[in-house]
């Protein structure tokens, strides 16, 4: 093959080819960093509708939970491709590498997160029927909102590559592992008080449990994010077990 | 100038690699299934010692998960991997997530085993986990036969069994809410045994993940959220 850069016009021809190719290879990272925040997106929103489902009874709201859900697993599907096509035909280097390596692994705590929207809905609509409506919605509404904060903050601190934000929604973990083992203990205490609460408690307690994992997937896509903007890899850092272990089954 | 023995060498190192990137995974995912087999001999045994153990045991399947993470970086950003071998790269990238959840939930059942050991053992000695214990656990080691032989027929074969484990956990989700139902005493004991079962359930999961990769890997199809039937008849008009 003939050297590209060969004197004269030639010369040209590559920075300008060099030029292109650099620049439509800045459109597919910018590409595939638009799909994240549409899946992420799309993710945010069907939280909310779950949990309309669960505090407000809108049961309207569970078919369009069932309804999108294909889509976010399509989106991960083409952010996975996509993804792995540019790391092949790219070649790309250390920073952009990365990015690509981080979206990989964000994008499954991203499709995690529909799943537990999806169990959330379902116990939602449960409950609706049950009782029509569910008991102690505002904690759980509080809940539901310190976590919703999180994804959504973390997705916010991926469109700007954030390192110090990711690491400040991390730490509001620690209020989301507080919430829910309040709510899990309450939830046994009422067991215990009165037994034909027990289904009506199990519920809660899957509520509750799916909304503390969503916490912990945030959590996930921030230690993604710092990696991909600086390089450190910050998981298992400071690993402690918790409240899914310690409160799982009300211990003590 | 002999162009073509650079070429083979870098090919040749790059194997060397690959196949030392293999062996790393299978090691993790030796180690995943002796803390999966410590917590469940915790759980049968009412061992409340095997929990420390299989905690520290953690903090290596966790070294290991960043330690193969930097390796396939590594890989990507000197080797440039193409088709097949960069398939196999972000499969494990993806895999060893998986391979960490397990080892995740393994502590959790040995955590639960150790609390159950000091309460009264009812008389079955928790015969149902045991079941849906060893099940998983076979689940585990044919994943990882199947990735450590890249053998597609058998990931798909593992991955239809998830079925059963799923029956098995929601018949002893049933059974506790019974128990629970009939004698308000037993709650808490059979909270955790709810809780142990779906550990090992996710135990499951994981290792249906995990031979979805394996699955891509070989084929370069991407099966996940896709029916197991349709697969099937995919993989076998492709001829494999």
């Not at chain 1, 509001?172 to 046994?188: G, K, N, P, W």
């Not at chain 2, 193969?68 to 997530?97: F, H, N, Q, W, Y």
């Not at chain 2, 989700?173 to 359930?201: C, G, H, K, N, Y």
Request: contains cysteine; charged residues 30%; glycine residues 6%.
């Amino acid at each position: 093959m003939q050297p590209v850069g060969s004197p004269g016009q030639g010369m040209d021809n590559a920075e300008e080819l060099s030029h292109h190719i650099s620049s439509r290879y800045n459109a597919d990272l910018e590409a595939v960093r638009t799909e994240v925040l549409a899946m992420g997106g799309l993710v945010e929103q069907q939280l909310q509708r779950a949990m309309a489902v669960v505090t407000r009874g809108q049961l309207d709201e569970a078919g369009l939970v069932e309804r999108d859900e294909q889509r976010v697993d399509a989106m991960e599907r083409s952010i996975d491709s996509d993804c792995t096509r540019i790391i092949a035909t790219r070649a790309p280097a250390a920073s952009d590498l990365r990015l690509l390596i981080a979206v990989l692994k964000l994008i499954t705590d991203l499709e995690r997160i529909g799943d537990e929207v999806q169990k959330i809905t379902r116990i939602g609509v449960r409950l609706g029927r049950q009782t029509g409506t569910v008991a102690r919605p505002q904690q759980l509404r509080n809940l539901g909102l310190l976590v919703h904060s999180m994804v959504h903050d973390a997705l916010d601190a991926f469109a700007r590559l954030d390192s110090a934000s990711a690491e400040e929604v991390m730490l509001r973990d620690r209020d989301v592992d507080d919430e829910y083992e309040a709510l899990h203990r309450q939830s046994i205490t009422f067991m215990m008080e009165d037994p034909r609460t027990i289904r009506r408690s199990l519920d809660m307690m899957w509520l509750i449990r799916s909304l503390e994992r969503i916490g912990d997937h945030a959590k996930n896509v921030c230690e993604h994010v710092i990696y991909a903007a600086r390089g450190v890899d910050v998981r298992h850092t400071a690993k402690l077990a918790g409240p899914g272990i310690i409160a799982d089954a009300g211990a003590e | 100038m002999d162009t073509a023995d650079l070429t083979h060498h870098t090919s040749r190192r790059f194997n060397e690699d690959l196949e030392q990137l293999r062996s790393k995974v299978l090691a993790m995912g030796g180690l995943v299934e002796e803390q999966l087999r410590r917590a469940l001999t915790a759980l049968t045994e009412g061992d409340s010692t095997m929990g420390q153990l299989v905690a520290a045991g953690d903090q290596l399947v966790n070294r290991m998960e960043l330690s193969i993470d930097e390796e396939c970086s590594r890989i990507l950003a000197t080797r440039a991997p193409a088709a097949g071998d960069l398939r196999m790269v972000v499969a494990t990238i993806k895999a060893i997530t998986d391979l960490e959840r397990i080892g995740d939930e393994s502590e959790k059942v040995a955590l639960i085993a150790a609390r159950l050991a000091g309460l009264e053992r009812p008389a079955d000695r928790y015969r149902e986990l045991r079941h849906l214990g060893r099940d998983v656990q076979e689940l585990v080691h044919q994943a990882l036969d199947a990735f450590a032989r890249l053998d597609a027929v058998q990931a798909l074969s593992v991955a239809r069994s998830d079925r059963s484990v799923d029956e098995e956990y929601d018949a002893i989700q049933r059974q506790s809410i019974t128990f629970m139902m009939e004698d308000p005493r037993t709650i808490r004991r059979a909270l955790d045994v709810m809780a142990a079962a779906r550990a090992m359930e996710r135990i499951g999961d994981h290792a249906k993940n995990l031979c979805e990769y394996v699955i891509y890997m070989v084929h370069g199809r991407d099966v996940r959220h896709a029916p197991l039937d349709g697969i099937e008849q995919q993989l076998n008009s492709a001829g494999n």
